[in-house]
């Protein structure tokens, strides 16, 4: 199973990105898929998860900003990211887990198996 991130950039605050993760050698169709991110100096952290059904939930910070779906004909989940502010300056992880995920252990990095190898996004004037 593999995971490949990638979208990230430099762009000015109140901007848009999408960022792409492809995954090969399992189907996004099943289990749970997440976005984390870790700013500089800081722990990693939740962004938004989307479990198969096609509910989707999201850390409070980025409620309305930003929001996670998936195209299963590309087995590809995007995070499409607008109104984008310094803050949001991260690097983002995908991660997935093969089985479905209830709310509480949404935001468990121990419960997801794989994980992408991250994207640079920077929000910066």
């Known amino acids: 199973v593999q995971l490949q991130a990638s979208g990230g950039g430099l762009v000015q605050p109140g901007a848009s990105l999408r960022l792409s993760c492809e995954a090969s050698g399992l189907s996004i169709s099943s289990g749970s898929w997440a976005w984390f991110r870790r700013a500089q100096g800081k722990e990693r952290d939740h962004v938004a998860a989307?479990?198969?059904?096609?509910?989707?939930s999201y850390v409070d910070s980025v409620k309305g900003r930003f929001t996670i779906t998936r195209d299963n004909a590309k087995n590809t989940v995007y995070l499409e990211m607008n109104s984008l502010r310094p803050e949001d300056t991260a690097v983002y992880y995908c991660a997935a887990a093969t089985r479905y995920l209830i709310t509480s252990s949404l935001w468990r990095e121990s419960e997801y198996e794989y994980w992408g190898q991250g994207t640079q996004v920077t929000v910066s004037s």
């Open positions: 989307l479990r198969k059904g096609g509910s989707s």
